[in-house]
Each structure stands twice: as C-alpha cells, then as structure tokens.
T-cell receptor
Framework: RKEVEQDPGPFNVPEGATVAFNCTYS??????FFWYRQDCRKEPKLLMS???SGNEDGRFTAQLNRASQYISLLIRDSKLSDSATYLC???????????FGTGTRLTVIP | GAGVSQTPSNKVTEKGKYVELRCDPI?????LYWYRQSLGQGPEFLIY????????DSGLPNDRFFAVRPEGSVSTLKIQRTERGDSAMYLC??????????FGSGTRLTVV
C-alpha cells in the first residue's frame, strides 16, 4: 500500500466553483502534513501546512482527520490561476523526509 | 542565495554515461534532500543530508546512484552508467529545523 494516496483527477471546474480534494495516508504515526502546489514543469511549492484543528488561508481550507487518516483541501471561489497539481504530503515517522502523493490535477475553466 | 539553485536545468546524456547534478541550498539550511519525479507521479525520496553526512540514503534505487555534500552546503548527485529509466526530474530541497521544504527548480535528465 502506498504511503499517501490521492485521486489523480483531473478535476475540471468552472471559475467561482468550490472544489475539494482528499488524500489518505497509511502510517498512523505520521505527525506532519502539508499541501504543495505544482505548476506544469515547475517545482512543488508549499501551499499550506495542515494542523489537527484545521486551518484556513484565504480561499483555502485544510482539514486533518487522524481517526480516518485522511487530509482534505477545500478551494472556494476558484480562480483560473488555481489551475495546477495539488500534492498531498506526509512525513515519514521518525525521519526527516516527506512522502508525496501522486498529485491531483485541477483545471479551472473560464 | 535567495533560493535553492540547481544546475544544469536540463541534461541530455547517452545511455551508459556518467552524470553529475548540482544543488546549492539556501544559506543556513542544514538539511538537504534529493527527490526524483517521473511524469505523472509525485516526488520520490532519494537521500537526505544533515550537514555533511548522509543521514538517510534509503531511497537511492541502486548502487549506480551516489550523493555527496562535502562541506555541508552544495550537494552533488552522481549517477553512473545511466539507463533510460533514470530519465526524470531530479529535485533538490533544503530546510531549516522544523520548517517545510523549499525546492529548487530541478534538473530534467533525459537518457537517450
């Protein structure tokens, strides 16, 4: 079983829509969770960390459900510039490296 | 520097050749990571340095892959006897303790 699993999409949504991505992780001992954004042929960039209490940054909301071992990202009022691949990322317990999901491709359509 | 710098940005090499990929991390970042990303996949961990030493090299796929960081700053990923399956984007990231990664823009390696 993969450490991190995501629906690869693609998700095609109209501008202004709300879209949600989920991912699941396999190791219950994981402690750090992140969402990264990756534009085509570019490097991944940290979008936001995910905390147990949930956190919000503008139009973006991240949630963590430890009991079910899943992480979600909600994007409200989608913009064309939100089109990218969103990577779910989980730390390897007891180590410093991170596990990345395969990413979910989002295209926001005018 | 202001960000993580990787050179070259693109490398085309013939099967069987030796290549070196360079990473210059953010100044003051003691942790340095190498990842490999194939098309349609997320980045896969290769090796992690804390200072000069390889703290975890469990992600290196085989003994053709080797990485060094002799002075605790710049790192070089070395691939011997390259194979077509080594073609991928090689990403370097650095971090300070307790912070997220900052990635470089990567080296796109193509083995023909």
């Amino acid at each position: 079983r993969k450490e991190v699993e995501q629906d690869p999409g693609p998700f095609n949504v109209p501008e202004g829509a709300t879209v949600a991505f989920n991912c699941t992780y396999s190791n219950s001992a994981s402690q750090s969770f992140f969402w990264y954004r990756q534009d085509c042929r570019k490097e991944p960039k940290l979008l936001m960390s995910v905390y147990s209490s949930g956190n919000e940054d503008g139009r973006f909301t991240a949630q963590l459900n430890r009991a079910s071992q899943y992480i979600s990202l909600l994007i409200r009022d989608s913009k064309l510039s939100d089109s990218a691949t969103y990577l779910c990322v989980v730390n390897r317990p007891g180590a410093n490296n991170l596990f990345f999901g395969t990413g979910t491709r989002l295209t926001v359509i005018p | 520097g202001a960000g993580v710098s990787q050179t070259p940005s693109n490398k085309v090499t013939e099967k069987g050749k030796y290549v070196e990929l360079r990473c210059d991390p953010i100044s003051g970042h003691t942790a340095l990571y190498w990842y490999r990303q194939s098309l349609g996949q997320g980045p896969e961990f290769l090796i992690y340095f804390q200072g000069t030493g390889a703290a975890d090299d469990s992600g290196l796929p085989n003994d053709r892959f080797f990485a060094v960081r002799p002075e605790g700053s710049v790192s070089t990923l070395k691939i011997q006897r390259t194979e077509r399956g080594d073609s991928a984007m090689y990403l370097c990231a650095s971090s300070r303790e307790g912070t997220g990664y900052t990635f470089g823009s990567g080296t796109r390696l193509t083995v023909v």
